[in-house]
């Protein structure tokens, strides 16, 4: 731990010469990522939905609707994974520990099942299988789901440091 701590305390040290305000340090994380998860991830999670269910009754809806998912949800694994990076660079800054806190277990474990699903699209689902469609879906339920009980670790542990 100590490793990490000393790899990230010259970043967090250039990011408090800047002199941001501590309400800023402590609570921009949330703030922001609050925003990522439950607007962009709520549309990402409605659009693939709705794909996958429109697909046998209305096939253009169901286009329209992954065409949009397609297109928001990388943008959301890039602000998730920044985000994951900030919320750690924000703890080095307050001189908080980093691996104790099960915000930052549920926050690796959802950036983990992310890069997974992300990894499962970029394959194209296996050559288009249907099993692994499925898979997705489920999993970016369970990553989105995950995200919802870390952003309550994440409240808790704004409100104890």
Same mark, same amino acid.
């Given at each position: 731990?100590?490793?990490?701590?000393?790899?990230?305390?010259?970043?967090?040290?250039?990011?408090?010469?800047?002199?941001?305000?501590?309400?800023?340090?402590?609570?921009?994380?949330?703030?922001?990522?609050?925003?990522?998860?439950?607007?962009?991830?709520?549309? =990402? !999670? @409605?659009? %693939?939905?709705? /794909?996958? &269910?429109? $697909?046998?009754?209305? *096939?253009?809806?169901?286009?329209?609707? +992954?065409?949009?998912?397609?297109?928001?949800?990388?943008?959301?694994?890039?602000?998730?994974?920044?985000?994951?990076?900030?919320?750690?660079?924000?703890?080095?800054?307050?001189?908080?520990?980093?691996?104790?806190?099960?915000?930052?277990?549920?926050?690796?474990?959802? =950036? !983990? @099942?992310? %890069?997974?699903? /992300?990894? &499962?699209? $970029?394959?194209?689902? *296996?050559?288009?299988?249907?099993?692994? +469609?499925?898979?997705?879906?489920?999993?970016?339920?369970?990553?989105?789901?995950?995200?919802?009980?870390?952003?309550?670790?994440?409240?808790?542990?704004?409100?104890?440091?």
């Amino acid at each position: 731990m100590n490793d990490l701590r000393d790899f990230l305390e010259p970043i967090a040290a250039g990011f408090r010469s800047f002199g941001v305000p501590e309400p800023i340090v402590h609570w921009g994380h949330p703030l922001m990522m609050g925003i990522v998860i439950f607007v962009m991830g709520t549309f =990402v !999670g @409605l659009t %693939g939905w709705r /794909g996958r &269910i429109l $697909a046998s009754t209305d *096939g253009e809806a169901a286009i329209k609707n +992954r065409s949009e998912h397609r297109k928001i949800a990388p943008w959301m694994f890039l602000f998730i994974a920044l985000g994951y990076t900030g919320g750690i660079l924000s703890l080095v800054m307050q001189g908080e520990p980093i691996l104790e806190s099960p915000h930052f277990w549920t926050g690796s474990a959802a =950036v !983990g @099942l992310l %890069g997974l699903n /992300g990894l &499962i699209s $970029a394959t194209k689902f *296996g050559g288009n299988k249907e099993s692994l +469609r499925a898979v997705h879906a489920y999993v970016g339920s369970f990553a989105l789901g995950l995200l919802v009980l870390h952003t309550f670790l994440g409240l808790k542990l704004g409100l104890s440091i």
